[in-house]
């Protein structure tokens, strides 16, 4: 007799401990299908370019020159040269920075003189400029009889 309370059968009859998955699986992609070069998601176009722009307004900021420690943002005056503006910015690492820190950093926007600063770049997305036409005969073709 089983030392079980009931006697349907279920996951403890097998004698394996591992999943026994006998179907067929997909074969797996052989291409990356997160391309950095190829559109992501419907309207969101192809990668243009990258950018640097300020955390607080958003403000496209140039990237042709190093970025010193008493610069600001020409819009809305926020420091370019803080820890929100990094790369390394973290809020779940310790010292809210991924580079091994001796000592915190008190104020993660004022300005600040760390040595690891790398300015935040982003992609910027540029939408496909399909014409009217197109979409207007895409719509079209669905109802063709």
């Known amino acids: 007799m089983s030392d079980r309370k009931y006697r349907q059968k279920g996951y403890q009859d097998s004698g394996s401990s591992g999943r026994s998955d006998d179907r067929p699986r997909p074969p797996k992609p052989a291409y990356n299908r997160l391309s950095p070069d190829k559109p992501r998601g419907r309207g ?65 926007t004022k300005p600040n003189h760390c040595e690891l600063f790398s300015p935040k770049i982003a ?20 109802f063709k009889i």
């Open 44 to 108: 969101l176009g192809a990668p243009k370019d990258s950018v640097f722009r300020c955390h607080a307004c958003g403000e496209k900021q140039p990237l042709d020159r190093e970025i010193g420690v008493d610069e600001t943002c020409s819009r809305c005056g926020a420091a370019l040269h803080a820890c929100v503006q990094c790369t390394y910015f973290d809020t779940s690492a310790r010292f809210e920075c991924r580079q091994t820190l001796t000592e915190p950093v008190r104020s993660k």
């Open 123 to 142: 992609r910027e997305f540029g939408a496909d400029s399909g014409s009217q036409t197109d979409a207007r005969s895409a719509f079209d073709a669905l």
